[in-house]
């Protein structure tokens, strides 16, 4: 292992000089590539790329605008999602209440709507109760020690069943998505030959375009969302906290962090993210879906994104910008193999391996930017 | 149990107008195991105190009882002759003590400087961003000072050897510009070389006389060099209280040595009377 150290850190040894200066006037592919594996998010990044000059290559339709706008909806969501994740893991913890916090909230916020509420209200109310039902999960695992799987998985099916009760397991229209509709000529890219047809058109609300209605919506609050976390975990003292805590919980006591609050903190973030996710993918669908099936899908997608981006389940160590990065990977991967006429039950089979390919990955890389010294 | 009356156990210390820090009747226990019984201390304003005990004897206890990390059961403790009683670390230090701790508190995957700097982040102003350039810039300086040589401050402590990571976390808490350090082994994990600069470092500290020091040592010849004073718990107990120049390695070897040989002739007639005295009492070492 020390050997694989010394191979991959960042700088020459001193050890190597000669050589070693001969080399950096003229850098290999092997050398570009050991620097980029380096990074955390190395190994992700160079599987991302593989992955969509792969698919560019074998589909003509891959890099379209249009494959790009069928692509969003894939990969926005877990985006958040992992950067709420990302904050709970580095803690070396971990949030399975975000599949119940992403189907709950819309349905709160159904309900708050429907009372009378207005719709701004109600999507902060929603996310009021995500607070609190965030701070009841780190108030278990910091305070009263319970394992945060434990306690984020009972919340996962107290909050889904109670979505149901609430909901009385009906659909609904999602309040503020409503759409007019307006006739007009439209182009439509099917199966890459361009056709006109004359078509009712959907018109949708402020509201709902800020919300997960508009195209780009959801990206917009990804690429923010993400930024502004990864600039709180590099460059704050909350960030420096979180990845204190995951990496020596005593020590950090020790030197005056308050664990707990900021536990309590960094879960209240992931449950406020997932009810945001939740609202906006209700919005786009313009229908709140009381069924647990997809949040259990898609918050397992989440905390995927998050580890492939580089994030370790035993925390201490892993950056938002990673898990977009993982999010985007698991995005191309089924969007890819979609365009590829891929048979539907092969997606999950291909996502499975790819999740393990990268996962090793990450130890291999992990091990080698760290060093001997830690095991 | 330890009768009392066998060693000479001092009772609570006069109190003296220049003691920084008085600690009177600390007692704490973990469940049925007894830390420290009765435990009173003073430390002088610039004054290096020896603090030694066998494992388990209750040295690391008191250290972090001191250092608002765990709480006595009771007992109390004066601080510039103010009644001292601390929430929290982050509130000792506040009040100007603070500790490197025998695990060191360091966190491996932050590099120095943070560590250095960690709950003491510079950060700038409107924005609270961490300030890192000017982070770097002071541990640098910091721990060139203290003379001691980390090629580069800006790697992940996990990557540093043993006695460079205990002499981040002295330079931390040096340069946090307190009245009173604990050191809980500032010297284990160290080379020769590197323990040398450390007690170079805290002799350089007693001669600008504005701290004052509790150091936890093993090794009875570096607490000759480096304290002016000793104390010895036993049991939870101080045992000894003296200044290292009215006493001597002898002395203090010696009192361990009828320590041991009292419990064991104490063992062995309570034995040979049929009554089990439970074990003496050991607090849970902390990893």
């Given at each position: 292992?020390?050997?694989?150290?010394?191979?991959?850190?960042?700088?020459?040894?001193?050890?190597?000089?000669?050589?070693?200066?001969?080399?950096?006037?003229?850098?290999?592919?092997?050398?570009?590539?050991?620097?980029?594996l380096s990074l955390r998010e190395g190994s992700i990044i160079v599987v991302t790329i593989v992955a969509a000059v792969y698919f560019a290559i074998n589909?003509?339709?891959?890099?379209?605008?249009?494959?790009?706008?069928?692509?969003?909806?894939?990969?926005?969501?877990?985006?958040?999602?992992?950067?709420?994740?990302?904050?709970?893991?580095?803690?070396?913890?971990?949030?399975?209440?975000?599949?119940?916090?992403?189907?709950?909230?819309?349905?709160?916020?159904?309900?708050?709507?429907?009372?009378?509420?207005?719709?701004?209200?109600?999507?902060?109310?929603?996310?009021?109760?995500?607070?609190?039902?965030?701070?009841?999960?780190?108030?278990?695992?910091?305070?009263?020690?319970?394992?945060?799987?434990?306690?984020?998985?009972?919340?996962?099916?107290?909050?889904?069943?109670?979505?149901?009760?609430?909901?009385?397991?009906?659909?609904?229209?999602?309040?503020?998505?409503?759409?007019?509709?307006?006739?007009?000529q439209v182009h439509h890219i099917v199966n890459g030959h361009d056709i006109v047809l004359p078509e009712k058109i959907n018109h949708i609300g402020t509201f709902a375009k800020i919300?997960?209605?508009?195209?780009?919506?959801?990206?917009?609050?990804?690429?923010?969302?993400?930024?502004?976390?990864?600039?709180?975990?590099?460059?704050?003292?909350?960030?420096?906290?979180?990845?204190?805590?995951?990496?020596?919980?005593?020590?950090?006591?020790?030197?005056?962090?308050?664990?707990?609050?900021?536990?309590?903190?960094?879960?209240?973030?992931?449950?406020?993210?997932?009810?945001?996710?939740?609202?906006?993918?209700?919005?786009r669908s313009q229908t709140i879906q009381p069924d647990p099936s997809g949040p259990n899908k898609i918050l397992l997608l989440a905390i995927a994104a998050a580890v492939i981006g580089g994030t370790l389940l035993a925390g201490g160590s892993g950056t938002v910008v990673g898990a977009l990065i993982g999010a985007l990977f698991l995005g191309i991967l089924e969007d890819g193999l979609i365009l590829q006429g891929v048979n539907a039950n092969y997606l999950l089979f291909y996502t499975g391996i790819a999740i393990v390919v990268a996962m090793t990955a990450n130890v291999y890389v992990g091990r080698a930017r760290r060093g001997h010294s830690s095991g | 149990m330890a009768d009392a009356g066998t060693a000479p156990v001092p009772s609570a210390p006069a109190p003296a107008s220049d003691d920084v820090l008085r600690v009177e009747h600390i007692a704490k226990r973990f469940g049925p195991v007894t830390a420290l019984q009765d435990v009173s201390l003073h430390l002088k304003k610039g004054e290096v105190l020896g603090l030694l005990g066998d494992n388990g004897a209750g040295k690391s206890t008191l250290i972090k009882i001191i250092s608002g990390f765990q709480k006595p059961d009771s007992g109390r403790m004066f601080l510039d002759g103010q009644p001292y009683e601390p929430k929290s670390v982050d509130d000792a230090r506040a009040k100007g003590i603070d500790t490197v701790y025998q695990d060191l508190a360091l966190i491996d995957e932050l590099s120095v400087y943070h560590n250095m700097f960690l709950r003491r982040e510079r950060v700038l102003r409107p924005v609270p961003l961490l300030n890192n350039r000017e982070m770097k810039r002071e541990a640098r300086r910091a721990l060139d000072s203290i003379g001691i040589n980390i090629p580069r401050i800006d790697v992940a402590v996990a990557r540093l050897s043993g006695g460079q990571r205990q002499a981040i976390a002295v330079a931390r808490t040096v340069n946090s510009a307190s009245d009173i350090i604990l050191l809980d082994e500032p010297l284990a994990a160290m080379g020769v070389k590197e323990g040398a600069q450390i007690l170079d470092l805290v002799a350089r500290l007693k001669e600008e006389g504005n701290v004052s020091i509790i150091m936890i040592l093993h090794n009875y010849v570096q607490v000759f060099e480096a304290c002016d004073r000793v104390n010895m718990i036993q049991e939870g107990r101080i045992a000894l209280d003296k200044p290292t120049s009215e006493t001597s390695v002898e002395e203090i070897t010696n009192i361990v040595v009828d320590e041991y040989r009292r419990a064991r002739e104490e063992e062995h007639a309570n034995n040979a009377h049929g009554e089990h005295e439970p074990p003496s009492a050991e607090p849970p070492q902390q990893s």
């Open positions: 292992m020390a050997g694989v150290a010394q191979e991959s850190g960042r700088g020459p040894s001193p050890g190597q000089e000669g050589p070693a200066g001969l080399r950096r006037s003229l850098p290999t592919g092997r050398q570009v590539l050991q620097r980029l589909t003509s339709t891959f890099l379209t605008g249009a494959n790009f706008k069928t692509l969003l909806p894939y990969f926005a969501p877990l985006a958040i999602l992992g950067a709420g994740e990302v904050f709970v893991m580095i803690l070396g913890e971990i949030d399975l209440s975000i599949g119940a916090m992403y189907m709950f909230a819309p349905i709160v916020f159904y309900k708050l709507d429907t009372a009378g509420l207005g719709l701004v209200p109600s999507v902060i109310l929603a996310l009021v109760v995500c607070t609190a039902v965030g701070a009841i999960n780190g108030a278990f695992v910091s305070i009263l020690g319970v394992s945060s799987f434990v306690t984020t998985l009972g919340m996962l099916f107290t909050f889904e069943g109670l979505s149901l009760i609430i909901s009385h397991g009906t659909p609904v229209a999602t309040p503020g998505a409503q759409v007019h509709q307006t006739t007009a919300f997960g209605g508009g195209v780009y919506s959801e990206l917009i609050w990804a690429v923010v969302i993400v930024i502004l976390l990864q600039v709180v975990l590099t460059f704050t003292r909350w960030g420096l906290y979180t990845v204190a805590i995951g990496s020596n919980k005593i020590g950090a006591a020790e030197a005056g962090v308050k664990v707990r609050l900021v536990t309590i903190r960094n879960f209240v973030l992931c449950a406020v993210l997932a009810g945001l996710v939740g609202i906006f993918e209700a919005v | -």
